[in-house]
């Protein structure tokens, strides 16, 4: 499809730039979030309702670097979702100064746009491109708080990393474009296809990707800067990067791997198997330990993307649609625990799970929504993360792999133990007797209701998904056709 018609159903990704060059202008004059953040906000409806328009694309846009699918649509429907919940969660941020909220929102609104480009990308070098800007912004979101030495340094080490997975990553698409002569993923496909391809070559290209892709999404070994980016970096953006960004790294593994590269899946099957079982393992040993709620959650982040890799292990439909459902669940009970942290990091000053005794006594409706969203996170029936884990671990049943099944229900009942740990601080634990009164939040009193109103959007999408998760499986079922 050519560039002109093209714009026609690109319309989501340019009203949304729109509004991020909007409110960068808007925030030299308006120095508020309360104003600024429900800008933000309108312009990523007006996203929403252009989508239906994008559906109608027949054929790829611009000169088949782009491909509105079913697929897409749904991961650009989770990035509406993210953006939109830290939005809301960023403007109950106290750390932030109202100086740099034009900045900050754009910077927000510009990765989402690069994310959504991510998603439907169908070329291997689009994909490098859109990628590359969704971690060029979230460098610069995470070490945002320029005179905190913390943020600065998460930054910094999110920087050092993200550069080496590019660079291994560009070197696996140069070694395809190689072996193929093209970059684009429906030629390559059909090269594939046609069976005229050297499989051990193809094979060591695809590894060099997979490893690029496995620094987005917190795969065992490309991990280690997980904790010290989620600790360092403003809260809010800590949920951002723990949700969106690994959404769209799934996203490309599912649409590179298990779309197009598909004939050569059992020569990366049981390697990336082994990868599910130490990435679950690792992240849910090294989160027992943690003091720190948000060091704690990032391991725990690590060990939920191992849980959502056996989906891709699998690579059968149910795999695939468990991957989906379990992303979705994830983002909200993820993005959910985050602002109950900002919340209580508000009041108390603190990250550390010691200061959270006695929570239940001060704030018992911060510390239900707490334990809800962790139990979630813990697979606790009947909330999502139960069913999301029951899809992919039905998944590996089905198709045989026992020994990943196993390992990953033994890391369910291990993660329980510090999820739950969390969950008697707050409600067998009495209040430190050093935390000031002052320093005590009150959800009703001290609450951003901006934070409030993402909370309950997390608490009834996990709710609604665990009980009625047939509603999603079909919306699902439907985005792989």
């Known amino acids: 499809m050519s560039v002109l018609?093209?714009?026609?159903?690109?319309?989501?990704?340019?009203?949304?730039?729109?509004?991020?060059?909007?409110?960068?202008?808007?925030?030299?004059?308006?120095?508020?979030?309360?104003?600024?953040?429900?800008?933000?906000?309108?312009?990523?409806?007006?996203?929403?309702?252009?989508?239906?328009?994008?559906?109608?694309?027949?054929?790829?846009?611009?000169s088949g670097m782009l491909i509105n699918d079913s697929f897409s649509e749904f991961f650009k429907e989770i990035v509406f979702l993210v953006a939109g919940l830290v939005i809301l969660v960023s403007m109950g941020y106290r750390v932030f100064s109202d100086e740099d909220a034009g900045e900050y929102y754009f910077l927000l609104l510009a990765v989402s746009v690069a994310m959504m480009i991510a998603a439907s990308s169908n070329n291997l070098m689009m994909i490098y491109i859109a990628l590359e800007a969704v971690s060029l912004i979230s460098y610069i979101l995470v070490g945002f708080l320029?005179?905190?030495?913390?943020?600065?340094?998460?930054?910094l080490k999110y920087f050092l990393f993200?550069?080496?997975?590019?660079?291994?990553?560009?070197?696996?698409?140069?070694?395809?474009y190689g072996l193929f002569g093209t970059t684009?993923?429906?030629?390559?496909?059909?090269?594939?296809?046609?069976?005229?391809?050297?499989?051990?070559?193809?094979t060591i290209s695809l590894l060099l990707i997979l490893a690029g892709l496995s620094f987005k999404c917190a795969l065992v070994p490309f991990h280690m800067w997980v904790p010290d980016a989620y600790q360092g970096a403003p809260t809010p953006i800590t949920a951002f990067i723990s949700a969106g960004p690994k959404a769209i790294g799934f996203a490309i593994l599912i649409r590179v791997f298990l779309k197009n590269f598909f004939p050569l899946f059992p020569a990366w099957s049981e390697l990336v198997s082994v990868i599910a079982i130490i990435t679950m393992t690792a992240g849910n040993i090294l989160a027992i330990n943690q003091e720190d709620i948000k060091r704690m959650l990032a391991y725990s982040s690590i060990a939920q993307a191992g849980y959502i890799l056996i989906g891709f292990v699998v690579g059968t439909a149910l795999g695939i649609q468990g991957m989906m459902f379990y992303i979705l669940a994830y983002v909200l009970m993820n993005i959910g625990a985050f602002g109950c942290v900002v919340l209580i990091s508000n009041g108390l000053k603190s990250d550390r799970i010691e200061e959270y005794s006695g929570l239940s006594k001060r704030e018992?409706?911060?510390?239900?929504?707490?334990?809800?969203?962790l139990l979630s996170l813990a697979g606790i029936p009947?909330?999502?993360?139960?069913?999301?884990?029951?899809?992919?671990?039905?998944?590996?049943?089905?198709?045989?792999?026992?020994?990943?099944?196993?390992?990953?229900?033994?890391?369910?009942?291990?993660?329980?133990?510090?999820?739950?740990?969390?969950?008697?601080?707050?409600?067998?634990?009495?209040?430190?007797?050093?935390?000031?009164?002052?320093?005590?939040?009150?959800?009703?009193?001290?609450?951003?209701?901006?934070?409030?109103?993402?909370?309950?959007?997390?608490?009834?999408?996990?709710?609604?998904?665990?009980?009625?998760?047939g509603l999603f499986i079909g919306w699902i079922s439907a985005s792989l056709l």
């Open 5 to 62: 018609l093209s714009v026609k159903y690109f319309l989501p990704e340019i009203a949304l730039t729109g509004f991020a060059v909007a409110v960068l202008l808007l925030g030299l004059f308006i120095k508020k979030r309360m104003v600024l953040g429900p800008f933000c906000l309108l312009g990523i409806l007006c996203a929403v309702l252009l989508m239906p328009q994008s559906y109608k694309a027949t054929s790829p846009l611009f």
């Open 146 to 155: 320029k005179r905190d030495r913390h943020s600065s340094e998460a930054g």
């Open 162 to 176: 993200g550069a080496l997975a590019t660079g291994v990553m560009l070197y696996g698409i140069s070694f395809i």
């Open 184 to 202: 684009d993923l429906a030629v390559i496909s059909q090269l594939l296809a046609a069976g005229n391809v050297n499989i051990f070559a193809s």
């Open 364 to 373: 018992p409706v911060l510390a239900f929504l707490l334990a809800v969203f």
């Open 382 to 469: 009947p909330l999502a993360g139960f069913f999301g884990k029951f899809l992919v671990f039905a998944a590996a049943i089905q198709s045989r792999y026992y020994i990943l099944a196993i390992a990953a229900v033994a890391n369910s009942v291990l993660a329980v133990y510090y999820y739950v740990k969390v969950i008697k601080f707050m409600y067998l634990d009495e209040p430190r007797a050093g935390t000031p009164v002052s320093a005590r939040p009150v959800f009703g009193a001290t609450g951003s209701m901006a934070v409030k109103l993402a909370l309950i959007i997390a608490l009834a999408g996990i709710l609604v998904a665990g009980l009625f998760p």
